[in-house]
């Protein structure tokens, strides 16, 4: 039982590249979420996608965008990265509005 | 102001200690409290889940839910270097905009040292 899984677990980028952040979930969660978690902000909601073919935008989803490819997995894109954009990103699943989530292990990204 | 503030620390104690961390909030439709552990690089974990007021003990951890002061609160007794993380309040409401909205707090660094 995996949970949630995020591939790849580092990444470092040179401005102006793109990439995928992978995310896959097996608890059959009907919602899933992309976070990005940067020292003092605390966790910030990038998109998410509450069932199955719909998305939508979070607190901070500039720069960002999102594929809910099917109900296990949720991708998130960086279509021309930033130096702004170096953190640490969490996906997180579950299966109601109102109960908890399960996070992933986290990707930490460098843009340099 | 932020919906959700919560103390950063760090917070350092002796093994063995009481705990209190603490979170106060001001969106007064919040009805469902949690607390997230989050070990170091590691994504969090839920850590306790509570409904409206009151409180919910589960082994050495209690959490506490004041809804008049728009506060709450979890507790550790008996604290041990394991219990090392950062601590995350969240809390969401089941009306309005915001239903099921997850709101975090900056969550707090806690050392215990033996």
């Known amino acids: 039982n995996a949970g949630v899984t995020q591939t790849p677990k580092f990444q470092v980028l040179k401005t102006g590249q793109s990439m995928t952040l992978q995310c896959a979930q097996d608890?059959?969660?009907?919602?899933m979420y992309w976070y990005r978690q940067d020292p003092g902000m605390g966790l910030r909601l990038i998109y998410y996608?509450?069932?199955?073919?719909?998305?939508d935008k979070g607190e901070v989803p500039n720069g960002y965008n999102v594929s809910r490819l099917n109900k296990r997995e949720f991708s998130l894109r960086l279509e021309s990265a930033a130096p702004s954009q170096t953190s640490v990103y969490f996906c997180?699943?579950?299966?109601?509005?109102?109960?908890?989530?399960?996070f992933g292990s986290g990707t930490r990204l460098t843009v340099v | 102001q932020k919906e959700v503030e919560q103390d950063p620390g760090p917070l350092s104690v002796p093994e063995g200690a009481i705990v209190s961390l603490n979170c106060t909030y001001s969106?007064?439709?919040?009805?469902?409290f949690m607390w997230y552990r989050q070990y170091s690089r590691k994504g969090p974990e839920l850590l306790m889940y509570?409904?409206?007021?009151g409180n919910k003990e589960d082994g050495r951890f209690t959490a506490q839910v004041d809804k008049s002061s728009k506060y709450i609160s979890l507790f550790i007794r008996d604290s041990q270097p394991s219990d090392s993380a950062t601590y995350l309040c969240?809390?969401?409401?089941?009306?309005?905009?915001?239903?099921?909205?997850?709101?975090f707090g900056q969550g707090t660094i806690l050392t215990v040292h033996p």
């Open positions: 509570t409904y409206s007021s």
């Open positions: 608890m059959n969660h009907n919602s």
């Open positions: 996608s509450a069932s199955e073919g719909t998305t």
């Open positions: 969240a809390m969401s409401s089941s009306s309005g905009t915001s239903y099921g909205k997850l709101t």
């Open positions: 969106n007064s439709a919040f009805q469902y």
């Open positions: 997180a699943s579950r299966i109601l509005p109102l109960y908890g989530y399960t």
